[in-house]
């Protein structure tokens, strides 16, 4: 079955440092994929997607390319602030959902963004 | 517009007993999704409902049922409950049930089962 692995938290980085988060999957055929965004005490946010390879999404300065041959989507932020820390989920969304559609989710990575 | 509402916002149940949760889309949008996310965990689909009838279902037992009603709402029922049932119940809306079509999550409600 489908399936999505993320880098484990959690992860502290001063304001300003380099962000990156791991991200690969399993999935049958040519899956979408996406990063929703968690703050604390909230539901989820769609951060960015990727409809198909090479695709390069990216929203408020985060992105991620669509690697097929690595079956990866990398999520990076070239200087974090402090304001971007909250839980970050990579998921897809498969063929081999059937009629459903639905969102598999990795296990989410907690970042903490320190003054 | 509004986004996706839930309600109740937290609520807390003793184990056996039946829970109701419910779930407003947002305007125009008439599939209804339910994520069951479990404290450190992504979230785990449960079901999906389209112009009222279901359209998937996750791998939860039949303790687990959900409808949809004529104006897109939806409710997510839990019987028997169980302490590993705690979890922030996600309802998620979107116009319909392709791929393309984008998921809006609310904000949950905290099930807390004592």
């Known amino acids: 079955g489908d399936s999505v692995t993320q880098m484990e938290g959690p992860v502290t980085l001063s304001e300003e440092a380099f962000l990156t988060i791991n991200c690969t999957y399993t999935a049958t055929g040519y899956p979408s994929l996406f990063w929703y965004v968690q703050y604390p005490g909230e539901g989820l946010q769609l951060l960015l997607k990727?409809?198909?390879?090479?695709d390069k999404g990216s929203n408020k300065g985060f992105e991620a390319t669509y690697r097929k041959e690595t079956t990866s989507f990398h999520l990076e932020k070239g200087s974090v602030q402090v304001s971007d820390s909250a839980v970050y989920f990579c998921a897809l969304r498969s063929i081999s959902s059937g009629s459903a559609r639905q969102l598999t989710f990795g296990s989410g990575t907690q970042l903490t963004v320190l003054p | 517009d509004a986004g996706v509402t839930q309600s109740p916002t937290h609520l807390i149940k003793t184990r056996g007993q039946q829970v109701t949760l419910r779930c407003s889309p947002i305007s125009g949008h008439k599939s209804v999704s339910w994520y069951q996310q479990v404290l450190g965990q992504g979230p785990q689909f449960i079901f999906q409902?389209?112009?009222?009838?279901?359209?998937g279902r996750g791998n939860f037992p039949d303790r687990f049922s959900a409808r949809q009603f004529p104006n897109y709402s939806s409710e997510l029922n839990v019987n028997a409950l169980l302490l590993g049932d705690s979890a922030l119940y996600l309802c998620?809306?979107?116009?319909?049930?392709?791929?393309?079509?984008?998921?809006?999550f609310g904000p949950g409600t905290r099930l807390t089962v004592t």
């Open positions: 990727a409809t198909k390879a090479d």
């Open positions: 409902y389209y112009e009222k009838e279901e359209r």
């Open positions: 998620a809306s979107s116009l319909g049930p392709r791929g393309s079509h984008e998921q809006y």
